[in-house]
């Protein structure tokens, strides 16, 4: 299925570190969405994205979309034990769809 | 404000079987779109219901099938499952005259042996 490319795939990091990670396609996209998604549980939103190049943070977390629309960054600072998750990005096309398609997920752990 | 909700958690089916599973839209959304998580993946695009009807449909067979109701609660029905239907399905809902913002419950893990 179709997929974006999201990257790294997975990291470890201390406690304490930021984090940034991205999602890239060669497809124009009108709304990004960052989830967290834990074991066991479904995504949970973080950060809603609707204009090309809006910064938008919710605490620790800051989101941007990018300037050509074909891109999103999700940076994490000062990263804590709780943050360990799957970090999913999901874009909605600007060909008046309404499905959105999710990115390949960034598999984070801390060490503390 | 009861989030989006899904039943049941856990199912295991043989090949061949039937299965439907429910979902409860967050309060006050209008909107349910399905997905499935296979291990390791992200959420494909099932498809999405709104006003009782499915309005767009990802690259998944007829066998995936679903319905809304008039409370705006959601079914996925999957006929003649396979061994790869294994996965994560997962309920998001919506609201059509919003941002299409989903939110997502925690999701049904659906085994087929």
């Known amino acids: 299925g179709q997929q974006l490319n999201q990257s790294p795939q997975s990291m470890f990091i201390q406690e304490g570190e930021d984090v940034s990670m991205n999602c890239t396609s060669s497809?124009?996209?009108?709304?990004w969405l960052w989830y967290k998604q834990e074991p066991g549980e479904g995504p949970v939103l973080l950060i809603a994205?609707?204009?090309?190049?809006e910064l938008t943070s919710n605490g620790r977390l800051t989101a941007q979309f990018g300037i050509t629309r074909k891109d999103s960054f999700l940076n994490i600072s000062a990263s804590i034990p709780s943050d360990v998750g799957i970090y999913f990005c999901?874009?909605?096309?600007?060909?008046?769809?309404?499905?959105?398609?999710f990115g390949t997920g960034t598999r984070l752990k801390v060490l503390a | 404000d009861a989030g989006v909700t899904q039943s049941p958690t856990h199912l295991i089916k043989t090949r061949g079987q039937q299965v439907t599973l429910r979902c409860s839209p967050k309060?006050?959304?209008?909107?349910v779109s399905w997905y499935q998580q296979a291990l390791g993946q992200g959420p494909q695009f099932i498809f999405q219901?709104?006003?009782?009807?499915?309005?767009q449909r990802g690259n998944f067979p007829d066998r995936f099938s679903g319905h809304q109701f008039p409370n705006y609660s959601s079914e996925l029905n999957v006929n003649a499952l396979l061994l790869g239907d294994s996965a994560l399905y997962l309920c998001?809902?919506?609201?059509?005259?919003?941002?299409?913002?989903?939110?997502f419950g925690a999701g049904t893990r659906l085994s087929v042996l």
């Open positions: 219901y709104y006003e009782e009807e499915e309005r």
């Open positions: 999901a874009g909605q096309l600007a060909s008046g769809t309404y499905k959105y398609i």
């Open positions: 309060s006050g959304h209008d909107t």
């Open positions: 994205l609707y204009k090309a190049g």
């Open positions: 497809s124009i996209f009108n709304t």
């Open positions: 998001a809902s919506s609201l059509d005259r919003g941002q299409n913002i989903q939110y």
